[in-house]
Every structure is written in structure tokens, then in C-alpha cells.
């Protein structure tokens, strides 16, 4: 099989006494096919039928030596699972069965995801830059032309996208008639919602490098990808591009030369929408941001935080799948706000579902990832909150993936050279 373990080509006479070779992974067509399927991530006819399971039982298997890698060593992190069952011992159930589910599920998919995140560190992956970079650039236009003509539509009063009932998940934001007719719509491609398709755009920002050095490897192609970002009007969008690159701009070095200006820039940019200018985002909601009137910002981030230290002194191992949204309507019934509304960050639903557990689950998600990549995965948990599904392990493991061979494409001899032991 393409892609199966090798090793590289021996380094020069002078290292041979010294180190050897990591394995090498290389990309091969059913992985670059994966990332134009990012698109159909959420289409599917159930949950488990569906294009984000297929693609989810694909990298399990393709990159099973890079996930073995990650738990062969016996990392802190294996042993962390028995805190996802905890609440299953104090909190009661409405449904065992499902509840017990829920865990196995979000507990195996979180130890796929870190052992990826781990065994990564153990290969040197090798990857077509220019093919990468053709099939973005391509996946870009057309993404962008086609928020484009749904913006159109749109604003017409006619839904142009997939049909609800081919999403498997999500379709409680695919529009509905009284929606077109008296909603401001915003487009989202072949997605169900803008702020996923913000999850997918921000993902690929990242696994591009934009984050790292300007422009990343394709800057046309980063620049069509920003502006279709812009185009979805999503606020989860406009919030994450600015922190990463605030981030990018003061830590990464090869920043350094635009700081001054992109400083100056950015607080003239920072002081027109905060004074009302933001008028091309729905609702001005940057003037709203953080108040109970937008509700999506209050729902998602200061709602939950204010209600945490009260939480943990009821639910110290959290509460249960079944029982979450009803335990929730104590601390949002206070703002007008059903328990749902609150559950679309997994930065909280981990401390919602699993107490104290949780925090050790985000823990070793972000320990040891570097500041860009442990800042990416923390913008993931804002755009829906469930983090540990096949989708978001499916686009995750890409993009670290690709990130990682980009990363060891740039310095080959460094990152291929490492002693093994025998």
C-alpha cells in the first residue's frame, strides 16, 4: 500500500555512525482526495452513515503506524479515559445505554485524536507541495463562487444548496421557507451552517501555514479562502483569522517586519468597528459582542465561563448526555436562553460533561502541540461543540498531518535524522 512505512534515503557517510532515518509516510491519492471531501463532512444519511465516518475509519487505518506510535509508549494521556465515566457513577440517567455510548464514543475518538497528535512527532511525512497546492487552489475558487452565487440567491429569497435531508448532521440551520423569506441568510457552501464552514477555512489556514510566515504556501490561495470567510458574514470566522494572526504577527518571527504597520493598521481597523462601522457583518454584531443580544457570542463563551465556578460546586464529575441540556436550564433560564444554546463549545462541554475530568481532557489535547497548533485546536472547540466526532477528528488529523509534512519539507535533513533504539 502506498503510504506503508520506509525509510528515507541514508543520510550522508559522516551522520551513519550517529543517527538513522525516522519511517516515512507519504501522502497518496486517497489522502489528497480527503481534502475537497472536506466539503461533504457533514453529508450523510445518519449520523454514522456518513461521509465524516468514512472518512474518519479511513485515517484510522491509513495512519494506524502513526496512531500506534502515539500509544505504544504508554503516554499520561491513555490513562486518562476512566474520567469520562465518572459522572455514569454519581449522576442519574435518563437513557443508560445511550449515555454509555456517548463516552465510548467521545473517549475513543479523543485517544485517536492525541495518539495522531503524538505519533506524528515519531515520522517524517513527505507530500506533493505543488499537487497540495493545485487541488486548494481549485477547492478555493470553487468555494468562493459558490458562497458567491448563494449570497445571490439568498438575498432573493431562494435556497440554493444541499437538500436537508442529505446532511446527517446540522440541519436544524439549513434554512427553511420563513427563513427565506424574512431571515438575513448567509452563505455556507456545502456545509450546513457559516461558522462550520469558518471550521473548515481556519483549518485550512492553518495547515497552509498562513499562521506561520505570510501568506502561507499558496498566499492567492489563502487570500480567496479569507475572502469567502468574509463573505459567510461568520462571526467565529473574523474572530479566530484575527487572534491566530494577532498571534502569528508577535511570536513568529518571520512577522516581525509588519508589525509596526499591521500594529497601527489593526487599531484603526479595531477602533472603527468597535464604534458601529462593522455594518458587512449581520446584526452589527461586533457591536454586540459579548452582551445576552447577541446571543450566539454570549451562548458560546461568556454564558458558560460565568457559570462554571457555581457548576463545579453541583457537578464536580460532571453531568451525563441525556441530562446536560436539563441541567443547563438552571444557569440559562436566568437569560431567557434554552440549555442548548449552551452547548456549542467543547472549551465547556468538556467541564458539562465530564467535571474535573475535563479539564485533564483539555489538558492533553493542548500539552506540548507549540503555540500555533495548540492555539488552532483551541479555536476548534468554539465552532460547534462536538469536538470528539469523525468529522472534526477527520478534518483535525488532516490538517496536523499536512501540517506536520510541510513542516518537514522545509528542513529535511533536520527532521528526518533521529536516533532509533533497537
Known sequence: ???????????????????????????????YAVIPGFLLIEVGLSYWVSFATLFAVFLAWRWRDVIWAGLSSLPLFVFVPPLFFMALLIEPTT????????????????????AMLEGLKKFTIEIDQKKLGKI???MAVFVLLLCVYQFRQYSVGVYFGIPKEYFSQGQGTIAGDLDLAYSHLRPSA???????????????????????????????????FIITGFLSQSMSFVMFLAGLTGLALYTQPRFARYRAPA??????????????????????????????????????????????PEFFAIHPFGTLS??????????????????????????????????????????????????????YIFSCMFFNGGMLNP????????????????????????????????
Not at 324 to 335: C, H, K, R
Open 391 to 422: 468529522d472534526k477528528f477527520s478534518v483535525m488529523s488532516v490538517s496536523f498531518i499536512i501540517f506536520k509534512a510541510l513542516g518537514d519539507l522545509k528542513a529535511p535533513n533536520q527532521m528526518a535524522i533521529k536516533r532509533t533504539s533497537t
Open 95 to 114: 437513557d443508560l445505554t445511550q449515555d454509555v455510548l456517548h463516552i465510548c464514543r467521545e473517549a475513543m475518538f479523543w485517544l485517536l485524536l492525541c
Open 1 to 31: 500500500m502506498q503510504g506503508s512505512v520506509a525509510t528515507m534515503k541514508r543520510p550522508p557517510a559522516r551522520a551513519k555512525a550517529s543517527a538513522a532515518t525516522r519511517p516515512v509516510l507519504r501522502f497518496n491519492t486517497l489522502d
Open 263 to 308: 500594529t497601527l493598521i489593526g487599531s484603526v481597523v479595531l477602533l472603527v468597528l468597535i464604534t458601529g462601522a462593522a455594518a458587512f457583518l449581520s446584526d452589527t454584531r461586533l457591536a454586540k459582542f459579548g452582551s445576552t443580544s447577541d446571543t450566539s457570542t454570549f451562548a458560546r463563551i461568556v454564558g458558560p465561563l460565568i457559570s462554571l
Open 136 to 138: 486548494l487552489f481549485l
Open 322 to 375: 441525556t441530562t446536560m441540556t436539563d441541567m443547563l436550564e438552571y444557569f440559562t433560564s436566568p437569560y431567557g436562553m434554552s440549555g442548548e444554546e449552551w452547548t456549542h463549545n467543547f472549551l465547556f462541554n468538556a467541564i458539562f460533561l465530564y467535571g474535573l475530568g475535563g479539564i485533564f481532557i483539555l489538558y492533553f489535547l493542548l500539552k506540548g502541540r507549540g503555540l500555533v497548533p495548540a492555539s
Open 190 to 224: 456545502t456545509l450546513a451552517e457559516p461558522s462550520y464552514l469558518a471550521f473548515i477555512l481556519i483549518s485550512i489556514l492553518f495547515f497552509t501555514k498562513f499562521f506561520e510566515f505570510p501568506g502561507g504556501i499558496a498566499p492567492l490561495t489563502s487570500a480567496i
